[in-house]
């Protein structure tokens, strides 16, 4: 991500991107952002609003995927500072284009230069080029927000604190995708504890996030698991 970073800044994606990562919006939720959603005096950002194209029509509506989704977050200080620089190119593009800056779009954070909106997956096909031209790991945009929950994950941040940031109706839907990260926290602290109370090695192995990952999938394949808490309740076991 630290990467991604570096690569984006002062592009064109940067402020989609930057959202995506911080937050872990939807694509549908990131176009979709209005400034009047964003209270730069209170420093809060709301999600309300979607931009989704259906059989090539733009449509724009408050209605939500679920009523969960519509959360207010922190404004997060390097994104405020992304957006009120990004609001001020704004307004040169609008002196610099006239007459034909497109002024429909006036309250959309992501739009393109001269005003139009930015399509769904124009923003994809973008980000896929710019991954492939900075020789960076293939990661498809969705994946943004699974590196948002994983990062917060990592930091300790609990599953139900995860489920109300992204905006998950249901706990169980947060925990069936990111459990088996919470399981390699777990042998974190398992071997904490073991080395508080003895000065024996580790007794359980640690692994990588992606070796565990792997590991874990292999074996629910083999075992015929389709579920991340079935797999963990037949571990408990």
């Avoid at 995927?65 to 040169?92: D, Q, W």
């Avoid at 699974?146 to 300790?156: T, V």
């Avoid at 995708?177 to 024996?200: G, P, R």
Wanted: some cysteine; glycine content about 4%; proline content about 3%.
């Amino acid at each position: 991500m630290k990467k991604l970073f570096e690569v984006i800044k002062g592009h064109p994606l940067e402020v989609p991107l930057t959202l995506a990562a911080y937050y872990g919006f939807r694509r549908i939720e990131v176009l979709g952002i209005r400034w009047s959603a964003i209270d730069f005096e209170h420093k809060l950002i709301t999600i309300n609003h979607k931009l989704l194209v259906v059989e090539r029509q733009v449509i724009l509506t408050d209605q939500l995927k679920t009523k969960t989704s519509h959360r207010t977050l922190p404004l997060i200080a390097p994104v405020e500072e992304l957006l009120l620089r990004h609001k001020a190119k704004i307004e040169e593009n609008k002196e610099f284009y006239g007459n034909v800056y497109d002024k429909r779009f006036l309250d959309y954070v992501c739009v393109e230069e001269d005003g139009k909106i930015v399509y769904p997956d124009h923003l994809t096909k973008k980000f896929a080029d710019l991954i492939k031209e900075n020789g960076l790991r293939h990661i498809r945009f969705h994946d943004l927000r699974h590196s948002c929950a994983s990062n917060m994950l990592a930091s300790g941040v609990p599953l139900k604190e995860i489920q109300e940031w992204l905006g998950h109706s249901d706990f169980s839907t947060t925990a069936n995708v990111y459990s088996h990260l919470d399981f390699s926290f777990k042998i974190q602290a398992a071997n904490t504890i073991l080395s508080a109370y003895s000065d024996e090695e580790p007794a359980i192995k640690q692994e990588s996030e992606l070796s565990l990952l792997e590991k874990v999938n292999k074996e629910m394949k083999t075992l015929g698991f389709t579920s991340i808490k079935e797999y963990l309740a037949y571990k408990a076991k």
